[in-house]
């Protein structure tokens, strides 16, 4: 039995992680292949013969036709050319490249050509309908009321019970004092502003981006982030761009509950990827409550999202222009993705796809791989890989379940969960799974990573928690076409009786328990308060049974 590191789960108390690299500064350099002792010697046996006709205008040369003095040197100015052209150099890379280094951050493009401050700009954005030619289109939503709107414009979808949706299409501008964004009219050929403005509603929208809008005292701390036309006078003013992007904003938050795995995914990058995966990364993540720890902890994910830096929404101060923008995130249900609100029709398996590019590794040689492939082609004992939990929820009896999944035929991995290691390795470690097996809990999120259509979650769902257990991992499962299996602990698996007596309405009737007392009940006592101690025999059934469907199946992989 072999033990698999993987980093905790919660993540509700993270240490410092260290964001990602920034972009490193580059110098610009000009080479210079005359030395001090060549000039004085004298270049003319080096250059070719065309050169020599230069005579004393061009360089120091051996004036051999007669018409200098009969092979008499003659001093020229080359050495000064060379001086010239190399200060020349310098400054110019100076002048262009100086302002984008002391700039508080870098952009992508800094060694690029930069944008012109006003004009339209090269990438075109459509709202929803999708008939403005090579236009990005910025709803990819089936029946969206936003779906009629054009090329200039501000439409909000507030139909959904989770989320607010904002869109913004044509010259988008932050106002970085009044945490707002700004739509400005498009320039007349004269270049004049058009009264297109006329035409949007003068109404100030207002977005908390975040997927749990019924919850209010969690949107409360979420920052409101303001939509609305600009007014004349500020058109007027120019509201000059500071940065100018090619690629429309997306507007979503680091905050809420994304300290939790699973809030981070079912919350934060899965919504994300259902708004702006039709994007193909061709999009700037402006982020409210952008900490190191998230840009560290989530580098490959929001990597994979945009080709862009990331703004820091409440510290960038800068004006940043945007030929769009989109604020808030679709939420499609919980770990959830429905092809048919989508028009081109996403399934969870793509988001999979997305995670398993964020997180492959490409530093194994090809020949590496093959030969990996091909030594675990006879391979024939599946693989399970059992979460070892920390605190609450944990199986008190963990070595004896391993034993029993090694005898049952399995190679088991006791997965860590406060190792600190990062989600590659984590995702590494589970994809490589034919069954994961935990009690319920944040770290069952990672059978996203888990490979589609061949691999099975076991959930072990402790006394009072079946239907919260199913609810969360049940469907997701389905829609990665995975076999979904949950063991529910009975009373007397369950460490609650040794605190409750047996007749206790707690150990007796928990769906009872619940309703009488509520949430509070669950959360402290069914879900913060108990350990399981499973039924080998009982157990073993359901491996048993696991383990027969992953012979019939191709083996998960390294």
């Known amino acids: 039995?072999?033990?698999?590191?993987?980093?905790?789960?919660?993540?509700?108390?993270?240490?410092?992680?260290?964001?990602?690299?920034?972009?490193?500064g580059r110098s610009c350099t000009h080479p210079v292949c005359i030395s001090p002792t060549e000039r004085r010697q004298g270049m003319a046996s080096k250059l070719p013969d065309a050169t020599k006709g230069l005579g004393a205008g061009g360089m120091d040369v051996e004036d051999g036709s007669g018409g200098g003095g009969g092979g008499k040197k003659v001093a020229g100015r080359w050495p000064g050319f060379v001086h010239f052209f190399f200060v020349l150099t310098v400054v110019?890379?100076?002048?262009?490249?100086?302002?984008?280094?002391?700039?508080?951050?870098?952009?992508?493009?800094?060694?690029?050509?930069?944008?012109?401050s006003s004009g339209r700009l090269p990438v075109r954005v459509d709202g929803g309908r999708g008939n403005e030619g090579d236009a990005l289109v910025l709803d990819n939503q089936v029946n969206s009321p936003c779906a009629s709107m054009g090329a200039h414009g501000i439409c909000c979808d507030r139909s959904d019970f989770n989320t607010d949706v904002c869109f913004m299409a044509g010259d988008v501008r932050t106002d970085a004092a009044s945490l707002s964004f700004l739509l400005f009219p498009p320039q007349a050929p004269n270049g004049t502003a058009k009264d297109a403005n006329a035409t949007v509603a003068e109404k100030e929208e207002v977005v908390r981006p975040y997927?749990?809008?019924?919850?209010?005292?969690?949107?409360?701390?979420?920052?409101?982030?303001?939509?609305?036309?600009?007014?004349?006078?500020?058109?007027?003013?120019?509201?000059r761009c500071d940065v100018r992007h090619e690629s429309p904003a997306l507007v979503m938050t680091a905050g809420g509950y994304t300290g939790n795995l699973f809030h981070a995914f079912n919350?934060?990058?899965?919504?994300?990827?259902?708004?702006?995966?039709?994007?193909?990364?061709?999009?700037?993540?402006?982020?409210?409550?952008?900490?190191?720890?998230?840009?560290?902890?989530?580098?490959?994910?929001?990597?994979?999202?945009?080709?862009?830096?990331?703004?820091?929404?409440?510290?960038?101060?800068?004006?940043?222009?945007?030929?769009?923008?989109?604020?808030?995130?679709?939420?499609?249900?919980?770990?959830?993705?429905?092809?048919?609100?989508?028009?081109?029709?996403r399934t969870l398996?793509?988001?999979?796809?997305?995670?398993?590019?964020?997180?492959?590794?490409?530093?194994?040689?090809?020949?590496?791989?093959?030969?990996?492939?091909?030594?675990?082609?006879?391979?024939?004992?599946?693989?399970?890989?059992?979460?070892?939990?920390?605190?609450?929820?944990?199986?008190?009896?963990?070595?004896?379940?391993?034993?029993?999944?090694?005898?049952?035929?399995?190679?088991?991995?006791?997965?860590?969960?406060?190792?600190?290691?990062?989600?590659?390795s984590e995702y590494a470690a589970v994809s490589a799974c034919d069954v994961l097996v935990g009690v319920h809990g944040a770290d069952l999120t990672k059978l996203l990573f888990l490979r589609p259509r061949r691999a099975a979650l076991l959930q072990i769902a402790p006394l009072g928690v079946p239907h919260v257990a199913r609810g969360c991992y049940e469907k997701a499962t389905a829609m990665m076409e995975m076999q979904y299996e949950q063991y529910d602990a009975a009373a007397n698996e369950s460490s609650l009786v040794?605190?409750?007596?047996?007749d206790d309405?707690?150990?007796?009737?928990?769906?009872?328990?619940?309703?009488?007392?509520?949430?509070?009940?669950?959360?402290?006592?069914?879900?913060?308060?108990?350990?399981?101690?499973?039924?080998?025999?009982?157990?073993?059934?359901?491996?048993?049974?696991?383990?027969s469907r992953a012979l019939r199946l191709p083996a998960a992989g390294p």
């Not at 100076?94 to 060694?111: E, I, K």
């Not at 979420?222 to 003013?237: C, G, K, N, S, T």
């Not at 091909?374 to 391993?402: C, D, F, H």
């Open 211 to 239: 997927t749990r809008k019924w919850e209010k005292h969690l949107m409360a701390n979420i920052q409101e982030v303001r939509l609305r036309a600009a007014r004349p006078d500020e058109a007027q003013d120019g509201h």
């Open 498 to 502: 040794r605190k409750y007596p047996a």
């Open 349 to 424: 398996v793509d988001f999979h796809d997305f995670l398993a590019g964020a997180y492959k590794d490409d530093s194994t040689p090809p020949e590496a791989k093959q030969q990996q492939q091909q030594q675990q082609q006879p391979r024939r004992r599946p693989r399970l890989g059992l979460y070892s939990r920390k605190g609450t929820r944990m199986i008190e009896n963990e070595a004896a379940v391993a034993r029993l999944a090694e005898s049952v035929g399995f190679d088991v991995s006791i997965l860590e969960t406060a190792n600190g290691a990062p989600l590659s």
């Open 92 to 116: 110019t890379c100076a002048l262009v490249y100086a302002p984008r280094f002391l700039s508080p951050t870098v952009p992508v493009d800094f060694l690029g050509p930069r944008q012109p």
């Open 267 to 345: 919350d934060g990058f899965l919504p994300a990827w259902l708004t702006v995966q039709h994007l193909r990364r061709r999009v700037v993540l402006a982020v409210l409550a952008y900490n190191p720890w998230w840009a560290g902890t989530f580098r490959e994910l929001v990597s994979g999202l945009s080709d862009h830096h990331v703004i820091d929404l409440l510290h960038d101060k800068r004006t940043h222009c945007f030929p769009g923008a989109i604020v808030g995130t679709r939420f499609h249900g919980i770990l959830a993705v429905e092809p048919a609100r989508t028009k081109d029709n």
């Open 505 to 547: 309405v707690v150990l007796r009737d928990p769906e009872a328990a619940t309703r009488e007392r509520g949430w509070d009940l669950t959360a402290r006592v069914y879900l913060g308060g108990q350990n399981v101690s499973l039924d080998l025999g009982r157990f073993g059934d359901t491996l048993r049974r696991l383990h």
């Open 1 to 24: 039995m072999r033990r698999a590191g993987v980093c905790d789960s919660s993540l509700l108390s993270p240490a410092y992680i260290s964001p990602p690299d920034q972009t490193r």
